[in-house]
């Protein structure tokens, strides 16, 4: 490739800003000669990259697909180019968006530079500009023997040791929702715990157990870590293989705290209209009462019947569940379908409000409880993929940023990773 390429016209520079994916408090903008950029010129930026569109504010995935307009859509016009996940034991326990947006909450602006993978620091060292690019395109940044420019037109991770040029992709089998209907379906009734949202929710999920999906799509789970679940976005969650076939203890269904209860100012849990006795264990008057105190309003706590699993949901509350997608209006995705992973709590417990409404004054003790099993943010949307950890050595991750929209449209899930074959 020429480093032409490589170049961009004077006349979109003047309107380009760029801001790495970190907190405000460090978000920086500069012209192609370094100087700052006005905040006037900022705003009149042009979005060019197709990554998340979450993001269309942050310009760094724009100045690469514009000095590689090649990458324009592709798997490495996304935030993973730059940024990484953090790992624990050999498992990735937050994807590189969980991992910027849990610094971002801590408002750790020094931490945050822990998510740059070796391809992002380059990067940020040289400038953070086109210049940069342009810099570090004959780098080998993550030292796997190919250079930054080779691995990104060959639509491989210049910051990641494991994705380079000439490699395979990994084994997969595609599944159609049809076949999935063949498996038994189960229905569990649990808590939605969410850290930052408002609301938590009770809700009742139908669908079918991951193991029995894995089960249908042939996959040999022995010597499997783990599973991470996509979603078209690129957004992921990784999960250890025992969470597959474990049971999960029965979670506890705390009745009161809705704004009919408790107020517009106190309350904080959505029920839904009406719920069948037989979802709930008979007499659990001892174990079945919930671990915290009891205001006078608030009925105790009772087990809900059976044992919960991980579960790829088809419906929510006996509706099928609103397909997903991006409210580009809103700035942020929507709807659950056709299928969403179900991940039910590890430690059962009451609802607590999220940590953005904490400390709410309304001196009930359902204030936010950092312990807590907040089990809702491990729930993927849209699901298009499941990865069996680890990927075999030599292979090369499945283009579900290039492919995921797609998959979701013609209702296929795609498994692909160890064991499979």
Known sequence: ???????F???VVSRV?????????????????????????MNEAPHLSRSYAGHAEEIDADLLVATLPAVVGTRVDDCQTCHSGRVEGGLLVESSCDHCHQL????????????????GRDYLEAGRSLRALGEIRHRDSDGDGYSNEEELLALRFPGSSLSRPGQSTAEYRTLLLEELSTIPPTTQLLLANNTQQQF??????????????????????????????????????????????????????????STDALGEECGFVRYQEALPDYLFDAGAEGEGRSPVGEADQIAAGRLIQG?????LAFERNGEPLDPFGFDAERGRANGEGPLRLVVPQAAPGPPDRGQRYS?????????????????????VRGVIAIRIDPVPAGKEEFDYIGRGWALLEAGELVIYGHGVG
């Open 200 to 257: 938590d929710d009770y809700v009742t999920y139908s669908g079918y157990t991951l193991e029995e999906v894995l089960v249908l799509g042939g996959v040999d789970l022995d010597g499997a870590t783990g599973i991470t679940v996509i979603s078209p976005d690129g957004y992921l969650k990784s999960l250890p293989i025992q969470t597959v076939v474990r049971e999960f203890p029965q979670p506890i269904f705390l009745p009161g705290l």
């Open 307 to 311: 044992k919960p699993r991980l579960m």
């Open 359 to 379: 400390p709410s004054g309304c001196g009930d003790g359902f204030d936010f409880n950092p312990d807590a099993d907040h089990n809702a943010g491990a729930m």
């Open 104 to 119: 971002l909450l801590q408002d750790s602006a020094t931490a945050a530079f822990a998510t740059l993978n070796p391809f």
């Open 17 to 41: 800003r760029f801001a790495v994916l970190l907190p405000a408090t460090i978000v920086l903008g500069c012209s192609r000669d370094g100087a700052p950029i006005q905040d006037d010129a």
């Open 9 to 11: 016209s004077a006349a």
């Open 1 to 7: 490739m020429t480093s032409r390429i490589w170049s």
